[in-house]
C-alpha cells in the first residue's frame, strides 16, 4: 500500500510541475536560468526521448501498462525484506511514478510537457518524471549488477 501511495505522490508532483510549465512557461516558451548551461524551455513532445515515434501515444500507453504489470509480478515474486529489497522496490516507485507522470499526459493531452533543458549540451528536453524514470533505472540497474547474485551465493553456500 504505501508503495501505491507513494507512486500518486510522485505522480501528482510530476503533474503539478508540468501544470506550472503549461500556465507559466507556455506562454512564454523559454527562461534561461543560468546562461549557456540551462534553461527552462516548453516543449510538448509528442514521442520519447529524442523525439522518437512520434505520435506513438497508444503504444507507450500499452509500455505503461506492461511495465505495470510486470512491476506487480515482480513485486510479489520478491522475497525476503533486506536493504537489497527494500533499495530495489524504491526503484520501482521511481519507474512507475515516472511512467505513469507521462501517461497521464499522453492520454489528457496527447503530448508529454517537458521543459528542462541543458543548453551546454546536445540533450532533450525533459520533465520529473523522466527524472524519475532515470533514476529509478539507475538503481535498479545498480542493484542487480553488485548485489542481484548475492543471494544465490548465500544459497550456494548452505
Do not use: C
Not at 20 to 26: P, V
Not at 48 to 55: C, D, P, T
Not at 113 to 122: G, K, P, Q, R
Amino acid at each position: 500500500m504505501i508503495m501505491i501511495i507513494s507512486i500518486l505522490l510522485l505522480a501528482a508532483l510530476d503533474q503539478y510541475s508540468k501544470f506550472l510549465a503549461l500556465e507559466r512557461l507556455k506562454p512564454i516558451g523559454n527562461i534561461t536560468v543560468i546562461p549557456n548551461w540551462f534553461d527552462l524551455t516548453f516543449v510538448e513532445n509528442r514521442g520519447a526521448a529524442f523525439g522518437i515515434l512520434q505520435g506513438q501515444v497508444w503504444f507507450f500507453i500499452l509500455i505503461t501498462i506492461a511495465v505495470t504489470v510486470f512491476a506487480i509480478y515482480y513485486i510479489r515474486k520478491m522475497q525476503g525484506n533486506d536493504k537489497v529489497h527494500n533499495w530495489m522496490k524504491v526503484s520501482i516507485v521511481l519507474i512507475l511514478a515516472g511512467a505513469w507522470g507521462n501517461a497521464i499526459d499522453r492520454i489528457l493531452k496527447g503530448y508529454v510537457v517537458d521543459y528542462f533543458e541543458f543548453t551546454f549540451i546536445s540533450y532533450p528536453v525533459f520533465n520529473v518524471a523522466d527524472i524519475y524514470v532515470v533514476m529509478g533505472t539507475i538503481l535498479m540497474t545498480v542493484l542487480i549488477l553488485f548485489f542481484g547474485d548475492d543471494k544465490d551465493k548465500n544459497a550456494k553456500k548452505e
